[in-house]
């Protein structure tokens, strides 16, 4: 069982910046993709980003030049850079790993962003 912690959560003002990390424990298989996705109240849960154990990358549009996802494969860690975030953004940040024929999620990271 893959156990998946995210962190670096919080409050920012409408422009600020905030850093999420994930890492992914537990398992001696290898993780192929990881991803970003987040969920606001009323909404349903979307896709932020996504990068593969190459290091290619996907970004929902809304945050294209502003967020950028990176990973460490040693440590089986992702991270989410977030700029200019604006009051939209808010929501709770789910990290997801992925392995073949499985995907293991935490429990998320709130972020709100005051206007």
């Known amino acids: 069982q893959v156990h998946v912690v995210e962190s670096g959560g919080g409050l920012v003002q409408a422009g600020g910046s905030l850093r999420l990390s994930c890492a992914a424990s537990?398992?001696?298989?290898?993780?192929?993709?990881m991803a970003w996705h987040r969920q606001a109240p009323g909404k349903q849960r979307e896709l932020v980003a996504r990068i593969t154990s190459g290091l290619s990358t996907k970004y929902a549009d809304s945050v294209k030049g502003r967020f950028t996802i990176s990973r460490d494969n040693a440590k089986n860690t992702v991270y989410l850079q977030m700029n200019g975030l604006k009051p939209d953004d808010t929501a709770v940040y789910l990290c997801?790993?992925?392995?073949?024929?499985?995907?293991?999620w935490g429990q998320g990271t709130q972020v709100t962003v005051s206007s």
């Open positions: 997801g790993a992925y392995q073949t024929g499985a995907a293991y």
């Open positions: 537990g398992t001696a298989l290898s993780i192929n993709d």
